[in-house]
């Protein structure tokens, strides 16, 4: 194992936050990667939030951010359509914010499910949803050969009483009516780090994992080839780490330990080359 890492790819809820405030020890963690020139990079399936939105939340924790320090399931199924799918015509299901963004991005968007040209699906997490959504949905994935993708597995997303359906369960739904599951983009998919990558430039071998939950982030960071630790500030313990088919290379109680390990003090790096 190597263990000199110069890219952290660092989920957030759990790992960096709980609830609306820093895990002890972030911000120093997040300070010693920087200070000692290497990198991390945020990646999160939490598509209720925009990168501006992170921004501002985390400037209201005192942690200066940029928007090249996120990669979000909805970046990554933007740039995975417009690697893929770009001459296509897409029927989205998700919020009006995430068409308009999709619009943005130069694909060709539809939300009229009668159009002849769809010939892709897009599903995403939507506190707008409607049963026309969903007729559409599943009408166009009976009735014709279209590709059908989704923005990210989670079933759920925690608010503050508790929690709400979030983009795979409503891909269950449409599951049960055609028997058609999605090709997912977030974690556990490996996507994202592989985009992390290639915008710091990093081999897999120089990038470290960290996340809370062994499903989503330590199983994404395996099937993209990076290293994984595994914090015990969130969902997984010790015990169902080390029972795992497949257990993270590095186990810590929180970010913190682990930037004293990874980081314990200036170096020179400059990132990665
Ligand atoms: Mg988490």
Do not use: W
């Not at 990168?51 to 909805?74: H, K, Q």
């Not at 999709?102 to 997490?125: F, H, M, Q, W």
Request: net charge neutral.
């Amino acid at each position: 194992m190597n263990r000199d890492k110069r890219l952290f790819l660092l989920d957030i809820d759990g790992t960096i936050c709980r609830g609306n405030a820093l895990i002890p020890g972030a911000k120093e963690f997040l300070d010693a990667v920087q200070q000692s020139g290497r990198r991390y990079i945020f990646l999160s399936n939490n598509v209720t939030r925009s990168t501006r939105d992170y921004i501002r939340f985390f400037r209201d924790l005192g942690v200066e951010t940029r928007p090249e320090d996120y990669i979000t399931a909805a970046y990554a199924a933007i740039r995975y359509l417009k690697e893929h799918f770009a001459q296509s015509r897409i029927y989205l299901l998700a919020t009006d914010s995430f068409g308009r963004e999709c619009r943005e991005n130069g694909l060709n968007i539809t939300t009229d499910g009668s159009d002849p040209k769809i010939s892709c699906v897009l599903v995403a997490y939507d506190n707008q949803l409607t049963y026309r959504k969903i007729q559409d949905v599943c009408q166009l994935l009976t009735t014709r050969r279209v590709a059908y993708l989704a923005t990210n597995p989670d079933l759920v997303c925690p608010v503050e009483f508790g929690y709400l359906p979030d983009c795979g369960a409503i891909c269950n739904m449409i599951q049960t009516a055609t028997r058609r599951s999605p090709q997912y983009i977030g974690k556990p998919e490996p996507a994202m780090v592989e985009y992390a990558l290639k915008r710091a430039g990093c081999r897999a071998e120089q990038a470290l994992m960290v996340g809370d939950r062994l499903y989503t982030d330590i199983l994404c960071g395996q099937r993209a080839g990076v290293d994984t630790a595994l914090v015990l500030s969130g969902e997984a313990t010790r015990a169902e780490a080390e029972a795992s088919a497949l257990p993270p290379e590095y186990i810590f109680p929180s970010v913190a330990e682990l930037g004293r390990v990874f980081c314990p003090g200036r170096t020179a790096y400059r990132h990665c080359s």
